[in-house]
T-cell receptor, first 113, second 116 residues
Framework: ETGVTQSPTHLIKTRGQQVTLRCSSQ?????VSWYQQALGQGPQFIFQ???????GRGNFPPRFSGLQFPNYSSELNVNALELDDSALYLC????????????FGEGSRLTVL | TQLLEQSPQFLSIQEGENLTVYCNSS?????LQWYRQEPGEGPVLLVT?????EVKKLKRLTFQFGDARKDSSLHITAAQPGDTGLYLC????????????????FGQGTTLQVKP
């Protein structure tokens, strides 16, 4: 167990709706990253937060946004959901002063109908 | 764009056999990590290698980082059904300090099935 918890574990939305996914980082970690993992694929980097600011972003449109709170918990928000947004969304926490190791939560499985 | 390619994508073997999974790129990475993921769960870190030519062993698993830090391999000796899962390699981009940014580039994964 990594100490990273995510909620909800599963959810179903319809096209055009908005979704918020939540993550609680491992104690002592100061970064949180979000990844999207489509079925049968490796995770794709969405963005990372450090000290409550976005610190690196992957190739995802602006309708993917996030927040990091002072207690290092985080949210991923996705607006105007599309069918292709159906995926496992993974949160990972880490220590910026380490060798880049990440510790993942179990993910939130989003299905868009 | 940095990419990591894993091979093979699927592997089905009998218990007791040996296997090797490869992770290759044309780009240099500051570090490389191997994860194992089971259905419905997040990836679990197995090992991190940071030095070209580095070899690390974790029980029956042997990990190697290429001399040029562009590739890596995972060798499993005497595979067991408990080794079944998705094996992912992930690289930290070779930008200054970016190994700590949390931006890992993942391969597409190798699905391993070990039959009893």
């Amino acid at each position: 167990e990594t100490g990273v918890t995510q909620s909800p574990t599963h959810l179903i939305k319809t096209r055009g709706q908005q979704v918020t996914l939540r993550c609680s980082s491992q104690s002592g970690h100061n970064t949180v990253s979000w990844y999207q993992q489509a079925l049968g694929q490796g995770p794709q980097f969405i963005f990372q937060y450090y000290r409550e600011e976005e610190n690196g972003r992957g190739n995802f449109p602006p309708r993917f946004s996030g927040l990091q709170f002072p207690n290092y918990s985080s949210e991923l928000n996705v607006n105007a959901l599309e069918l292709d947004d159906s995926a496992l969304y993974l949160c990972a926490s880490g220590d910026r002063e380490s060798t880049g190791e990440l510790f993942f939560g179990e993910g939130s499985r989003l299905t868009v109908l | 764009t940095q990419l990591l390619e894993q091979s093979p994508q699927f592997l089905s073997i009998q218990e007791g056999e040996n296997l090797t999974v490869y992770c290759n790129s044309s780009s240099v990475f500051s570090s490389l990590q191997w994860y194992r993921q089971e259905p419905g769960e997040g990836p679990v870190l197995l090992v991190t290698v940071v030095t070209g030519g580095e070899v690390k062993k974790l029980k029956r698993l042997t990990f190697q980082f290429g001399d040029a830090r562009k590739d890596s391999s995972l060798h499993i000796t005497a595979a067991q059904p408990g080794d079944t899962g998705l094996y992912l390699c992930a690289g930290g981009p070779n930008d200054h300090g970016s190994s700590n940014t949390g931006k890992l580039i993942f391969g597409q994964g190798t699905t391993l099935q070990v039959k009893p």
